[in-house]
């Protein structure tokens, strides 16, 4: 299967704990992209990253949260100290190319995040 | 405020009726992609438009991008039970490389 991979797929945590979300990109892909889709909601932007580098956090809560995709393995979605608002499904997507006008966002399965 | 505004919010049809769901913006996009989600999963891609104007048909399926590049139909042809899910339109915006969504319709096609 060469799509985008999230692990967990389902995440349990009390609050105050940290949540990790992974993953992997398509084969062939360096560009990844995690989104937020709260119930009722469409899915929202938080972050872009290539390999090693943070391109666009703009849509990134500005405390508890950061990603990461380092030069080996998966790119990283850190929660710390969670709290019951961001009980939500987190989607990661990867791309070819990252920008352009044909460039294609693919998206894994999710992570559903629940927070007790 | 959205920028991306889908209608219906909700539509529930028979099976083998027509229908077309819409995604409306004020903004310009440089490209749109629309996609379908089932619950529990993540969205798949349907179609990427790019060109203002342009229609692509995939079987029963046919998706039109404005000439002004703003907006975006998508229009399914006696519809079928396993058109149900959410359908969600996202635009890309030039060097941008996170994408808008709309909320999504959510389809409903009853045996």
């Known amino acids: 299967n060469a799509g985008v991979m999230q692990n967990p797929r389902h995440l349990v945590r009390r609050r105050g704990q940290e949540a990790r979300l992974r993953c992997s990109p398509m084969?062939?892909?360096?560009?990844v992209y995690w989104y937020r889709q709260l119930p009722e909601e469409g899915l929202k932007f938080m972050v872009y990253?290539?390999?090693?580098?943070?391109?666009?956090e703009s849509g990134m809560p500005k405390e508890r949260f950061s990603a990461e995709f380092p030069k080996e393995g998966p790119s990283i979605l850190r929660i710390q100290q969670v709290v019951r608002g961001d009980s939500a499904a987190y989607f990661c997507?990867?791309?070819?190319f990252g920008t352009g006008l044909s460039d294609t966002q693919y998206f894994g399965p999710g992570t559903r995040l629940t927070v007790l | 405020t959205q920028l991306l505004e889908q209608s219906p919010q909700f539509l529930s049809i028979q099976e083998g009726e027509n229908l077309t769901v819409y995604c409306n913006s004020s903004?310009?996009?440089?490209?749109l992609q629309w996609y379908r989600q089932e619950p529990g999963e993540g969205p798949v891609l349907l179609v990427t438009v790019v060109t203002g104007g342009e229609v692509k048909k995939l079987k029963r399926l046919t998706f039109q991008f404005g000439d002004a590049r703003k907006d975006s139909s998508l229009h399914i042809t006696a519809a079928q039970t396993g058109d149900t899910g959410l359908y969600l339109c996202?635009?890309?915006?030039?060097?941008?490389?996170?994408?808008?969504f709309g909320k999504g319709t959510k389809l409903s096609v009853k045996p």
């Open positions: 903004s310009v996009f440089s490209s």
């Open positions: 996202a635009g890309a915006r030039g060097s941008q490389g996170n994408l808008i």
């Open positions: 990253l290539q390999k090693e580098n943070i391109i666009d």
């Open positions: 084969k062939g892909h360096s560009h």
């Open positions: 997507a990867s791309s070819a």
